[in-house]
């Protein structure tokens, strides 16, 4: 945190590239990317399917190295996995032979915290999502919407600085996914982190977001960056019907759709 003032900007993504290389065929997944995150931001990212963006989560979090470019942690490269960033994707790999509140112990207990203050911490998170009561209960007896929160307070519990979202909430239904978009922008605030969250979803993207990315068709590229002048804390069950919610909304879908015909082309 003391790096915090010195580092307004969170991470930094620069002159990113990559190709993947299988069965001797080339694939250019990312083209020269640049991107500044800011401390504490809520960055959401949009895109046409295949467009490279878990591919750049993949290179953010340091699964592999960019064929060219650089990413940057409060001005430090990234070399390899780091503590300092957490990654939550769509498959909720919570271990089936744990019950839910040792999977939100886990990250605690490879970093050696003792029993009881990992249990208090996974005790609180847990009850922040509303899960108290469901602590001793197996994932298979959990609904969808509630193994995902179990997914994103693990994450949460060894307290990364920037947290990656991969369509977290892509399998849930509307109404599961707005309890769970809110419960997000109350987490996110009381704990403030830098958030970069995927979703295929623009309303989700501009609802949830400080700012929204929209990425160009494969080889992806940034196509657009556009601020959401809505205020917080934001009431998800009815920022719909924001004037400001709209026109950020229309602006970007202008964008977006453009990427999105082009894949319907091919
Ligand atoms: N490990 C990999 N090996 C080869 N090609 C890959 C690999 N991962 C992704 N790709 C290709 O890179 C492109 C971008 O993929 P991805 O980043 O998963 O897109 P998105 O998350 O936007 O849907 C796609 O064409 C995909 O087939
Ligand atoms: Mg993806």
């Not at 915090?4 to 020269?32: D, I, N, W």
């Not at 490279?52 to 699964?63: A, D, E, F």
């Not at 886990?106 to 915290?113: A, H, I, K, Q, S």
Request: glycine share 8%; aromatic share 6%.
């Amino acid at each position: 945190m003391a790096s915090e003032a010195t580092h307004p900007v969170a991470l930094s993504v620069r002159g990113v590239s990559h190709v993947f290389r299988t069965k001797g065929r080339r694939v250019l997944a990312l083209q020269a990317t640049d991107l500044e995150v800011r401390e504490r931001e809520f960055l959401t990212i949009v895109g046409p399917s295949g467009c490279g963006k878990s591919t750049l989560m993949n290179l953010i979090v340091g699964l592999f190295a960019p064929s060219s470019g650089q990413i940057l942690l409060r001005g430090a490269p990234i070399n390899g996995i780091t503590r300092s960033i957490g990654y939550v994707t769509q498959a909720d790999n919570l271990y089936p032979w744990r019950t839910l509140r040792q999977n939100v112990e886990f990250p605690l207990e490879v970093r050696g915290m003792p029993a009881r203050e990992r249990r208090a911490r996974a005790d609180a998170l847990i009850e922040r999502v509303g899960l108290s009561g469901f602590g001793d209960s197996w994932p298979y007896e959990l609904s969808g919407g509630m193994r995902q929160r179990a997914n994103i307070i693990r994450t949460l519990a060894y307290d990364p600085d920037v947290i990656l979202m991969d369509e977290p909430f892509g399998p849930l239904d509307a109404q599961t996914r707005l309890i769970l978009q809110n419960q997000l922008l109350d987490l996110w605030q009381s704990e403030r982190k830098t958030v970069i969250f995927i979703t295929h979803d623009l309303g989700e993207a501009v609802a949830l977001a400080d700012r929204v990315v929209v990425m160009s068709a494969r080889p992806g590229r940034i196509k657009t960056v556009a601020e959401v002048p809505i205020p917080r804390p934001r009431d998800l069950f009815e920022i719909h019907a924001d004037e400001r919610f709209r026109d950020t909304y229309k602006l970007l879908w202008a964008s977006l759709e453009e990427e999105v015909r082009k894949g319907s082309d091919s």
